[in-house]
């Protein structure tokens, strides 16, 4: 069980209350394909991912960015249980789609460095800390099925 400190929970909830999930899903999903191009693998079915502009332009890839930020809300309104709320989703992303459970990290620090951007100086070391520690929880419940 994590323990999270007021100042955590807090600092977690302001991030997601201050940022645009459909801007920062997609800027952190498409930098992941772009930067990590071996991702793209699991996404044959979104059509064009043959270069940064396709991918940065590419509204599937948008639309799926929305999606990771609308799925991380759920662990933010659930932080005393974030195993639970994604055991189906660690499910789905094992055993049917076989994506690569290390991806899920890759991820996230495309999701740092976007939201650090984003919130610019009020992204302070604790709050990056707190920001951390609150994606390293959801990528350890993500792995939980791998296990």
């Not at 059509?47 to 396709?54: D, K, P, Q, T």
């Not at 495309?110 to 984003?118: E, G, H, K, M, P």
Request: one cysteine or more.
């Amino acid at each position: 069980m994590v323990v999270w400190t007021d100042f955590e929970r807090t600092a977690i909830q302001d991030i997601f209350s201050k940022i645009d999930y459909a801007v920062v899903g997609q800027a952190a999903f498409s930098r992941c394909l772009i930067v990590y191009p071996w991702t793209q693998r699991y996404f044959g079915g979104f059509g064009n991912l043959y270069n940064a502009a396709a991918i940065t332009s590419n509204p599937r890839v948008a639309s799926h960015g929305k999606v990771i930020m609308e799925a991380l809300e759920k662990a933010v309104k659930d932080m005393n249980n974030i195993k639970a709320t994604y055991a189906e989703l660690s499910a789905l992303h094992s055993e049917k789609l076989q994506v690569d459970p290390d991806n899920f990290m890759l991820l996230g620090h495309c999701l740092t460095i976007v939201v650090a951007s984003q919130l610019s100086k009020a992204f302070t070391p604790e709050v990056h800390a707190a920001f951390q520690k609150f994606l390293a929880v959801v990528v350890s419940s993500l792995r939980k099925q791998y296990y």
